[in-house]
């Protein structure tokens, strides 16, 4: 019974409502677009400070859609998610320098060469791998090769 009622809930929603993040998302953005920080960053990235209201205005819609199931605001929000992944893969797609391939490379799993085989053996990864497999590890990692300057 449960799941009729979520399956007709889910048939009521936009086809690209799976890209609406939780509404908290949107506030902690725009909070984090308003920062000190965040406005130094952008006038040294792009010249000049970023319109940050969209965030908002998405928070907003996101939470009238929560409150009230308002379809209006669930669209206008799916909207702005479809603008800011269109930004995001503007250059993906405006890309001219490299040709897409429709499948991989007919050899894309062939054999490394032996030279490359022979260096892996002595890895640091190799070593524990056949330590483990030998039964030789220990969880004891009392030294460590990282520095933190």
Known sequence: ??????????????????????????????????????KFHQYFIYGETRDCSQWKKDYENCVEYRKKKDMEALTAVIESEKDRRGDRLRGHYGNTVWEKRDSPPEDWNKELPEWFEKEREMSFLALKCKELKEGKASNNYTSSTCTIL
Do not use: F, Q
């Not at 009729?4 to 902690?28: D, G």
């Open 1 to 38: 019974m449960e799941t009729e009622v979520a399956i007709e809930e889910l048939a009521k929603h936009p086809k690209l409502s799976w890209l609406v993040r939780p509404c908290e998302h949107y506030k902690e953005e725009y909070g984090d677009c308003t920062s000190i920080k965040a």
